[in-house]
């Protein structure tokens, strides 16, 4: 593997199709042996930036550099990136070991490493991924899982500088993609290379990476680490497309939030007086009597999971939600309930 | 009707029975029984006659030269549609669309038609065969015009085929390659045309077949010299106008065995084609 | 697919301009090569039979038609194609039907059988005929009896002009039957409509465009018949000559202008027949989608 792990960074990148801006000034730095996740809904430009980021798209201005050198004029070819498509992409006339050694044959004969040498990396490749067995296989024969792991092989074969995978788990179901996020973690860190993929799956991104990219609309929204984005959201986008939320109207009074005139533990130290608006999770919540509340409404439905009790309410004025807490007692449907608010995030 | 329900998966649609039975009804009178003429006559034949008959150097001669030509013609046929499938589908110029749809003009236009036209064309008098000839080429009245004629019946084949399949080339494939270092000569080589061959060679056997068995467009422009550009399909009239039914029928039943042979290597390529690389 | 890309957005020529295609001098090259011989092997001959009909002036063009023979192949080959095509059409709606709409057993053998005609030469379709219906003919006998005369007459030009013909209806409808599958006629049935009622409010619209594809081309090629008519016409002038046949005479005659001019009629019905399949695949891309080959 490369001994020193290549950084990545993306200056002022924006890119429209057709007059519609897909992109808008990234900015954004990688760094080198970083896992790093390019989330955000469909439409938000993280497929685009990552074909940008490949050589495979070029961008109508800003620049990408690989550990400084700028890259953005650089073709796919020369990019030494490895790129995992969605859809696995692999050559279907091909054996699984074939599409393995494929980046490399493909080299000039100068550069090409010697045949055996060629079968020995891609008997190490299939060693890695799992699929020994499968050396002689045509894609075809293969499951979906199997197919991606090849890509992925197919991938590193040629020692790519970065590695790129976009949607790498989305057209596997659920148990393959469980097992699939723990492997590419593992060879991450095995290989140590610095790795971006993109996804809109919010816990595959929390779970994988070391930090996340949250992208909305074509802006980058705020870059941290899981738990800085799910702490510290730095905007309503990345706090809604992190998870539910139910936004209460709230009050700042002599660095106290109160909801519905009642005290919220919130640190409002550094806020002035005002009106503003606290966005609450569904475990934010815990249920009491209606004279403690913050907020109150009807239960339309209950059910218990996994040690957790899912309530869902109707507020007066219409407005459904759905509480997740630990609490032992379960209150009835039509009961009427109050709910006192124990954390949450301020957005004016 | 019992026996065949058992044949065929239920279903709520109604008419099988009728358009089945009538389909099949019209099948076995049209096609199968006439093909059975021909089949009972060269049994009666027999192998031996058959061969006597094809020992004829006339005949062995417009034989060789049929099969020999059309060969050459499927070969350059493919060759170029292929190219035309390819521009056409990928590429954007100003009359594409036009372009594309007179790729079906020899399905058109009867063979004769075709036929008097290649004559007049490329006959030393001809706007092409003149130019041709000031350069001492002669295409009309020898084999290169049987050439000519069968690569124009053969292009819609071989454009045909190949074309609906570069359409469905899925770009990834291709952007791989790209991602993975191969230049843009190594992917069209080793990632795009593998995968294309099936069906190029489901087209130039289709291209072949019909050649084989093409009459109307050929017999204008070859001159019909015997032992030079007699083709075989034009001695089968010969002979059935000098009432040798034996000499037409042996001739006729090599041809058709021939296009059977084709007919069986195209199911056997896509059967092939379609285990390899089934469905990724 | 969760993003925007190139593919949705249809930018082929921005995209076109990167990885996945050609660089532009072998673009050019490529096209260069393709419409030279495109031009060169298609367009030329169809322009020629105009080019030939025309060469002596219009009035030299349409004297060709005063001729009592050229009328009198006109009149048959109208009959033939009359006869002919409904025929086809019968045939390919029944056997596209059962092939669609039904799995039953040996399904691949009767697809293969139905293509049959197309790997037969048309000299050698023509030649099964005489087998079968000529003089010493197999069924020489029976018809003999029945006082009816097959070959080198009419009734023999049909049959070798539906041989020929044959499967180009039912291919055309096999595969756009196929791909529409069987859920809306279920539907339609569940609601308590009859077979015909079913085909002809549900099946039929989806397939109308294709059909009228493969009518016209039934047609053209009907009409354009020349190797198997050839064979058992007899060459009767002003009784079993068709157009095609015709041209023939006229062209080994050396009367090219008149040749050429009865040719232009079936030139001029090609064209119009590619006109109209480019026209509906424009419009109905999908309704045609399937016309791979024929």
Redesign the interface.
């Known amino acids: 593997m490369d001994p020193k792990p290549t950084t990545i960074a993306v200056e002022g990148i924006a890119k429209s199709?057709?007059g519609?801006p897909?992109l808008r000034d990234i900015n954004l730095e990688i760094r080198a042996g970083e896992l790093l996740a390019l989330l955000g809904?469909?439409?938000?430009?993280?497929?685009?930036l990552l074909?940008i980021i490949a050589?495979?798209?070029?961008p109508d201005s800003g620049r990408i550099t690989f550990s400084g050198a700028d890259t953005t004029r650089v073709?796919?070819?020369k990019r030494e990136v490895g790129f995992v498509f969605q859809h696995y992409a692999l050559f279907k006339h091909m054996t699984v070991a074939d599409n393995i050694a494929y980046g490399l044959n493909a080299r000039r004969r100068a550069d090409r490493p010697a045949r055996n040498e060629i079968a020995k990396r891609a008997r190490d490749l299939l060693d890695l991924i799992k699929l020994e067995k499968f050396a002689d296989h045509y894609p075809a024969q293969l499951s979906g899982g199997q197919r991606q792991r090849v890509a992925l092989a197919r991938a590193l074969a040629v020692e790519p500088r970065v590695l790129l995978l976009d949607?790498p788990f989305?057209a596997l179901d659920a148990q393959v993609r469980k097992d699939l996020r723990r492997w590419l973690r593992d060879i991450h860190q095995r290989t140590g290379q610095t790795t971006i993929f993109?996804t809109?799956d919010q816990e595959e991104a929390l779970e994988l990476s070391d930090r996340v990219a949250v992208l909305h609309a074509g802006r980058l929204e705020q870059v941290g680490t899981p738990i800085e984005v799910q702490d510290d959201p730095a905007s309503v986008a990345v706090l809604r497309f992190l998870g539910d939320a139910l936004d209460v109207a709230a009050e700042v009074r002599q660095h106290r939030l109160l909801v519905n005139d009642r005290f919220v533990l919130v640190d409002v130290a550094t806020r002035g007086d005002g009106p503003t608006r606290l966005h609450v999770r569904p475990w934010q919540f815990d249920l009491t009597s209606l004279e403690d509340a913050h907020v109150h409404g009807t239960v339309t439905s209950v059910y218990r999971a996994q040690g957790r009790a899912h309530v869902t309410i109707e507020r007066p004025g219409g407005a459904v939600f759905t509480i997740d807490t630990a609490q032992a007692a379960m209150p009835r449907i039509d009961e009427r309930v109050g709910l006192r608010i124990v954390g949450g995030h301020l957005f004016d | 009707m019992a026996a065949?329900a058992s044949?065929?998966?239920p279903?709520?649609?109604?008419?099988?029975g009728?358009?089945?039975g009538?389909?099949?009804l019209?099948?076995g009178i049209?096609?199968?029984?006439?093909?059975c003429?021909?089949a009972?006559?060269a049994s009666a034949i027999g192998i031996g006659g058959i061969i006597d008959v094809v020992r004829d150097p006339r005949v062995a001669s417009a034989l060789r030269i049929s099969f020999g030509v059309s060969l050459l013609a499927a070969i350059v046929a493919s060759l170029?549609g292929f190219?035309?499938a390819?521009?056409?589908t990928?590429?954007?110029?100003p009359?594409r669309?036009l372009?594309?749809?007179?790729?079906?003009?020899?399905?058109?236009?009867?063979?004769?038609?075709?036929?008097?036209?290649?004559?007049?064309?490329y006959a030393p008098n001809?706007?092409?065969g003149g130019w041709l000839a000031a350069i001492g080429i002669h295409i009309a009245y020898t084999p290169a015009g049987i050439f000519?004629a069968l690569?124009?019946i053969g292009?819609?084949?071989a454009v045909?085929?190949v074309?609906?399949l570069i359409g469905e080339i899925d770009?990834e494939i291709?952007?791989a390659s790209?991602t993975l270092g191969a230049t843009?000569w190594y992917t069209?080589v080793h990632a795009v045309l593998p995968p294309l061959v099936p069906a190029i060679l489901t087209g130039f056997s289709?291209a072949f077949?019909?050649g084989?068995?093409?009459?109307?467009s050929v017999i204008?422009i070859a001159g019909n010299l015997p032992y030079v550009s007699e083709i075989a399909?034009?001695l089968?009239?010969i002979k059935?106008s000098e009432f040798d039914?034996v000499g037409?029928?042996a001739i006729?039943s090599i041809?058709?065995a021939a296009?059977?042979a084709?007919?069986l290597l195209i199911?056997l390529i896509q059967a092939w084609s379609h285990r390899r690389f089934g469905h990724v | 697919m969760?993003?925007?890309?190139?593919?949705d957005?249809?930018?082929?020529?921005?995209?076109?301009a990167?990885?996945?295609?050609?660089?532009r001098p072998v673009?050019i090259a490529?096209?260069a090569?393709?419409?030279a011989?495109?031009l060169?092997?298609?367009?030329?001959?169809?322009a020629?039979?105009f080019q030939?009909a025309f060469a002596k002036g219009l009035g030299a063009y349409f004297e060709s038609f005063a001729d009592a023979d050229a009328l009198a192949a006109i009149e048959l080959t109208v009959l033939v194609a009359a006869i002919a095509v409904p025929f086809n059409l019968?045939?390919g709606?029944?056997?596209s039907?059962?092939v669609a709409?039904?799995?039953?057993?040996?399904k691949a053998l009767?697809v293969?059988?139905?293509?049959?005609?197309?790997?037969?030469?048309?000299?050698?379709?023509g030649?099964?005929?005489?087998?079968?219906f000529g003089s010493?003919?197999?069924l020489a006998p029976l018809t003999q009896s029945l006082d009816l005369q097959i070959v080198f007459a009419v009734p023999g030009i049909v049959?070798a002009t539906?041989?020929v013909t044959?499967p180009l209806v039912a291919r055309q409808l096999i595969p756009l039957m196929q791909e529409q599958g069987?859920g809306d006629?279920?539907a339609a049935?569940t609601l308590g409509a009859s077979?015909f009622h079913?085909?002809r409010t549900v099946t039929l619209p989806n397939i109308k465009w294709g059909l009228l594809y493969s009518v016209l081309?039934c047609n053209?090629?009907a009409?354009?018949?020349?190797?198997a008519v050839?064979?058992v016409s007899g060459h009767i002038r002003g009784l079993t000559d068709t157009v095609?046949?015709h041209?023939?005479i006229l062209?080994n005659e050396y009367n090219?202008v008149a040749?050429?001019a009865v040719?232009s009629l079936?030139?001029g019905?090609?064209?119009v027949?590619?006109?109209i399949?480019?026209l509906l695949e424009?419009r109905y891309a999908d309704g045609l989608a399937a016309s791979?080959?024929?």
């Open positions: 199709f057709k519609t897909v809904p469909s439409g938000s430009g993280k497929t685009t074909r050589g495979l798209e070029s073709p796919v070819q949607e989305g993109v809109h | 065949r044949l065929r998966q279903s709520v649609i109604p008419g099988f009728m358009t089945f009538y389909a099949v019209v099948l049209v096609v199968l029984l006439p093909l003429a021909l009972l006559r170029f190219v035309a390819w521009v056409l990928r590429y954007n110029f009359g669309r372009l594309d749809a007179i790729v079906d003009l020899p399905f058109a236009l009867p063979t004769a038609v075709a036929g008097i036209a290649l004559a007049s064309l001809g706007i092409v000519v690569v124009f292009v819609p084949f045909r085929t074309q609906p770009r291709e952007e790209a843009r069209l289709l077949a019909r084989i068995g093409e009459y109307g204008f399909p034009l089968i009239v059935l039914y037409a029928c006729a041809m058709l296009s059977f084709c007919l199911n | 969760s993003e925007i890309n190139a593919t957005i249809g930018l082929p020529t921005l995209r076109a990167s990885v996945v295609t050609e660089r673009r490529l096209i090569v393709a419409v011989f495109l060169l092997f298609l367009v030329l001959p169809v020629a039979v030939q019968v045939f709606i029944a056997a039907w059962a709409k039904f799995e039953f057993t040996g009767f293969t059988l139905i293509d049959l005609p197309f790997s037969v030469s048309p000299v050698v379709a030649l099964i005929y005489i087998l079968l010493q003919g197999y049959l539906i041989f044959f069987i006629e279920e049935l077979g079913v085909f081309l053209a090629r009409m354009g018949e020349f190797g050839s064979v095609p046949l041209v023939e062209y090219f040749a050429f040719a079936l030139a019905l090609a064209l027949t590619l006109v399949k480019s424009w791979a080959r024929h």
